[in-house]
């Protein structure tokens, strides 16, 4: 069983940053593809990032390309998620998710995740 923990959200202006991390415990969490997730309110949970158990696939939804930045570090047992060039429309609460899935079976879908952090808000002042 494995228990993740965000942190690193907080509030921010246009533009500014944020690192979100995401730290495990329980499990071999380096052997879980690892993503992000994000939900605003009123909306439903839309991808935002992931990473293979490695480090060697990332993937992001296209509206974060260029400004995310997903990262592992398996010896802490942590997930980082560098958020760049934040909008006002990236405000939401962040979740992090572990899968036993392979890569080339998806990484998208919150289906394909066995366990879920809480989450950590961000909100993005215009």
């Known amino acids: 069983q494995v228990q993740l923990l965000e942190s690193g959200g907080g509030l921010v202006q246009a533009g500014g940053s944020l690192r979100l991390s995401c730290a495990a415990s329980?499990?071999?969490?380096?052997?879980?593809?690892t993503g992000w997730f994000r939900q605003a309110p009123g909306k439903e949970r839309e991808f935002v990032a992931a990473i293979s158990w490695s480090g060697g696939y990332t993937s992001y939804a296209d509206s974060m390309k260029g400004r995310f930045t997903i990262s592992r570090d398996n010896a802490k047992n942590t997930v980082y998620l560098q958020m760049n060039s934040l909008k006002p429309e990236d405000t939401a609460v962040y979740c992090c998710?572990?899968?036993?899935?392979?890569?080339?079976?998806?990484?998208?879908?919150?289906?394909?995740?066995?366990?879920w952090g809480q989450g950590t808000q961000v909100t993005v002042s215009s």
């Open positions: 329980g499990g071999t969490f380096s052997s879980y593809l």
């Open positions: 998710a572990a899968s036993t899935s392979r890569w080339s079976e998806g990484y998208s879908n919150t289906a394909r995740y066995n366990y």
